[in-house]
């Protein structure tokens, strides 16, 4: 699954490096995944809502087995 997750977030990456920021991968435990929001992204206001309404709603979009996205 982790394979899955990592050409998801490149997906993403895009949008988030356009505004300064990056998200990592640090661990896919069961069906929850774990990522580190870096760069602009790590000290946004707005961090919460990316995590949940972009990271999160894309990664089940695209691998519905997962049950949901944890920043660490």
């Not at 929850?32 to 760069?39: A, S």
């Not at 949940?52 to 990664?59: A, Y």
Request: hydrophobic share 40%; with cysteine; charged share 30%.
């Amino acid at each position: 699954m982790r394979e899955q997750v990592e050409k998801a977030l490149d997906k993403i990456r895009v949008a988030l490096k356009a505004h300064g920021g990056d998200v990592e991968l640090v661990d896919v435990e069961g069906n929850v995944v774990k990522v580190r929001l870096t760069g602009a992204c790590g000290g946004c206001p707005f961090s919460t809502m990316t995590l949940k309404n972009g990271i999160e709603r894309t990664l089940k979009a695209e691998i519905p087995e997962i049950e949901r996205v944890e920043a660490v």
